[in-house]
C-alpha cells in the first residue's frame, strides 16, 4: 500500500472513532468566543433584604405596639411595694395611701402595700433609712413623696441598683439620680402661677406685700412652687404684689401657727400669706382667725377643701387651691406597677393606660436638669362658692 493510500486509511479511520464518540473535531477559533451573559457588576450599594429575609425581626416588629399607643396593666402580678409620704399624720397623704390601695385592688396585686413613713422631727433621716434599708426586705419598687431633697438621693441610687424601682409623687429628688420617674400632681410653673394669680385676686389692683409660710427648706416640691412664682412675679400684671419674706413651719401645725404670728410681727404692712403647704395654709388661717386679724391679713395658698372651709367661709382665707391626692396616689401606684413588671420601661414618649383616670404619656422634666414627669392635673380653686363641693 502506498504511503498516501495508508495516510487516508488513517483518517477515515479516526474520523469514524470521533463521530462515534458524538463529536466534530472544532475548528480553532481565531477569535476568543464571547460570553453567553455578560457577569453582573458589582453592587455599589447591600441590595435590599427580601421580605423573608429576618423573620425573628419582621415578627417582633409585627408584635409591638404602634408608636404613642397605650399601653395596659396586666393585672395579677405580685409586685411588693412600699409608699413613703413626706411623714405620716397628715391627711393629704392618707388620702394618698386610699388612692394608692384603690388601685392595688383593680390591679389584683397578691402583695400587701406596706404604707409607711417617718415622723415630723425626723423626716429626713427616716425616709433615707426607709429607702436604704428596702433592698434588704425584698421590696420591688418605693414611692416617695421627696422631703429630703437630694441627701436622698445617694439611697435612691443604692436601690435602683439593687433593681428596685424608686418612683417620685407629689415631691421629687431634685437630682432625679436613682429615680425612675416623677409623678407630678400638677405643672410645677402653673403652680407659681395660680398662686400669683390667687395673691393678685384677694389683694386687688392696688396689690399689696405679702410673705410665704413654706413647708421645709428642703422639700422639692415647695421650693420648686416657690421659684415658679417668683418668676411669675416679674410679669408686669403682678407688678403691684412685693414678696417679702420666705419662711418655714417644717409642716407642723404648731410651727407653722407661730411662723405666721412671727411674720405679723415682724411686717405690720403684710396684707397676706401665701402657703403652698396644707398644713402650712391651715395652721396660718387658724392664727389669723385666733388673734382676730382675718381683716387685716388674708390666707392663701394649697390646702384641703375639709380643713379650710370654715376659714374660706370666714372670710381668713378667700382662696385656695389644690389637687386630688386620692388620685395622685392611684395614679402612682399605677405607675409603678407597670414599671415593675416591665409593662413600660420609663422612658420619654412611652404612653400607657391608668385605670380611671386615662391615658398619660411620660415626658422629659423641663423643670429639672435631669428626670422623667407624669403630670396628673388639674388645678381646683376654691372659694366660698365650691369650697362645700
Not at 50 to 72: C, I, L, N, R, Y
Not at 156 to 175: E, R
Not at 363 to 382: A, C, N, Q
Request: with cysteine; charged share 20%.
Amino acid at each position: 500500500m502506498s504511503r498516501y493510500l495508508k495516510l487516508a486509511c488513517l483518517l477515515v479511520i479516526t474520523t469514524l472513532i470521533l463521530v462515534a464518540c458524538g463529536g466534530t473535531p472544532a475548528a480553532a477559533p481565531t477569535t476568543a468566543p464571547a460570553p453567553t451573559a455578560a457577569p453582573a457588576a458589582a453592587p455599589t450599594e447591600a441590595p435590599a433584604p427580601t421580605a423573608a429575609a429576618a423573620p425573628t425581626e419582621a415578627a417582633a416588629a409585627t408584635s409591638a405596639p404602634a408608636a404613642g399607643s397605650a399601653v395596659k396593666a396586666t393585672p395579677g402580678k405580685a409586685v411588693k411595694m412600699i409608699l413613703l409620704p413626706k411623714f405620716l399624720g397628715i391627711a393629704v397623704f392618707d388620702q394618698a395611701h386610699d388612692g394608692a390601695e384603690e388601685a392595688a385592688k383593680e390591679l389584683q396585686n397578691p402583695e400587701k402595700l406596706n404604707f409607711t413613713g417617718p415622723t415630723a422631727e425626723n423626716s429626713v433621716a427616716g425616709q433615707i433609712e426607709i429607702v436604704t434599708t428596702a433592698k434588704t426586705q425584698g421590696v420591688n419598687a418605693v414611692m416617695i413623696s421627696n422631703n429630703a431633697g437630694d441627701q436622698i438621693a445617694p439611697a435612691a441610687k443604692a436601690a435602683a441598683d439593687a433593681g428596685i424601682k424608686v418612683v417620685s409623687w407629689d415631691s421629687p429628688i431634685p437630682s432625679a439620680d436613682g429615680e425612675s420617674i416623677f409623678v407630678a400632681q400638677v405643672d410645677f410653673k402653673e403652680t407659681g402661677t395660680v398662686m400669683a394669680d390667687m395673691a393678685l385676686n384677694i389683694l386687688g389692683a392696688d396689690g399689696g406685700k405679702f410673705a410665704v409660710l413654706s413647708a421645709s427648706p428642703d422639700a422639692a416640691n415647695q421650693n420648686a412652687w416657690i421659684a415658679a412664682m417668683k418668676d411669675a412675679l416679674k410679669d408686669a400684671k403682678y407688678s403691684k404684689l412685693e414678696l417679702l419674706d420666705v419662711v418655714y413651719g417644717n409642716d407642723q401645725s404648731e410651727t407653722s401657727y407661730k411662723q405666721a404670728l412671727a411674720l405679723v410681727d415682724k411686717y405690720p404692712d403684710m396684707k397676706l400669706i401665701m402657703a403652698p403647704t396644707t398644713v402650712g395654709i391651715a395652721a396660718a388661717a387658724k392664727a389669723m382667725q385666733d388673734e382676730g386679724l382675718c381683716d387685716k391679713v388674708k390666707v392663701s395658698g394649697l390646702g384641703l377643701p375639709a380643713e379650710m372651709a370654715s376659714y374660706t367661709k370666714n372670710g381668713c382665707a378667700p382662696q385656695f387651691a389644690l389637687w386630688s391626692f386620692k388620685d395622685l396616689g392611684y395614679l402612682t401606684y399605677y405607675v409603678t406597677y407597670l414599671l415593675s413588671t416591665g409593662t413600660i420601661k420609663g422612658e420619654a414618649g412611652e404612653t400607657f393606660e391608668a385605670g380611671r383616670l386615662g391615658t398619660y404619656t411620660i415626658e422629659k422634666d423641663p423643670t429639672r436638669d435631669k428626670g422623667l414627669r407624669i403630670v396628673m392635673g388639674p388645678f381646683t380653686v376654691y372659694d366660698k362658692d365650691n369650697v362645700d363641693k
